[in-house]
Every structure is written in structure tokens, then in C-alpha cells.
Nanobody, 116 residues
Framework: QVQLVESGGGSVQAGGSLRLSCVAS?????MAWFRQPPGKARDFVAR????????YYEDSVKGRFTISRDKAKNSVYLEMNNLKPEDTAVYYC????????????WGQGTQVTVSS
């Protein structure tokens, strides 16, 4: 079982920035970030494809968030700029451990709180 460990969450004011990191203990393929706001379901934020490196974003974060990957370090990052109060959520890292087989590994989550 591949373990994912996130870090980098915290509290910032609106307009601020945070950088989330996720390190995997083993081989992964496509990696992604999801988030779960208080009292709501977990939703997709961004993903970085293993094959080709294409990136995809949820509409509300386009132009503000950037997902990147360091394959040598088995890590994925989420640079979050111009944060808004509605970005407040627990952010989860997810990874495919078999290519094209869905996200089978999840991190424990890291809290991001944005105050107005």
C-alpha cells in the first residue's frame, strides 16, 4: 500500500498564497488534489497526468492554482495563489498506484483556512 503524506496547509488571509506538498512512499502514476469544504462533499481540484504531464483544473481555481510534479521525488505540489475564503477546505492528495485504475491511495488531508 502506497502511503501519501501531505503538508503545507495553514491559515492565510484572502489574497494570500500557500503551497501544498504530497510525498508518496512508492510508485505512483497520475496524482491529483481534491478538497472537502466544511459540511460538503469532497471535490476535484487538479490533476497531473503521468503520461505526458498534462494538467487539469476545476474551473474555480484556474489561473490561481498550479499543480506540479517531481517524479524523482515521487511528489506532487499545489501552488495556491490569490486564495479566497471559499477555498477553505481540507485538501487531499490522491494517486493512482496502477495506471488508469483510479485513485487507490489517499493522504490524510491538510487543512487550508482562508479568512476575509
Amino acid at each position: 500500500q502506497v502511503q501519501l503524506v501531505e503538508s503545507g496547509g495553514g491559515s492565510v488571509q484572502a489574497g494570500g498564497s500557500l503551497r501544498l506538498s504530497c510525498v508518496a512512499s512508492g510508485r505512483t502514476y497520475t496524482m491529483a488534489w481534491f478538497r472537502q469544504p466544511p459540511g460538503k462533499a469532497r471535490d476535484f481540484v487538479a490533476r497531473h497526468l503521468w503520461s505526458g504531464g498534462a494538467t487539469y483544473y476545476e474551473d474555480s481555481v484556474k489561473g490561481r492554482f498550479t499543480i506540479s510534479r517531481d517524479k524523482a521525488k515521487n511528489s506532487v505540489y499545489l501552488e495556491m495563489n490569490n486564495l479566497k475564503p471559499e477555498d477553505t477546505a481540507v485538501y487531499y492528495c490522491a494517486a493512482e498506484t496502477r495506471e488508469f485504475q483510479g485513485y487507490s491511495s489517499w493522504g490524510q488531508g491538510t487543512q487550508v483556512t482562508v479568512s476575509s
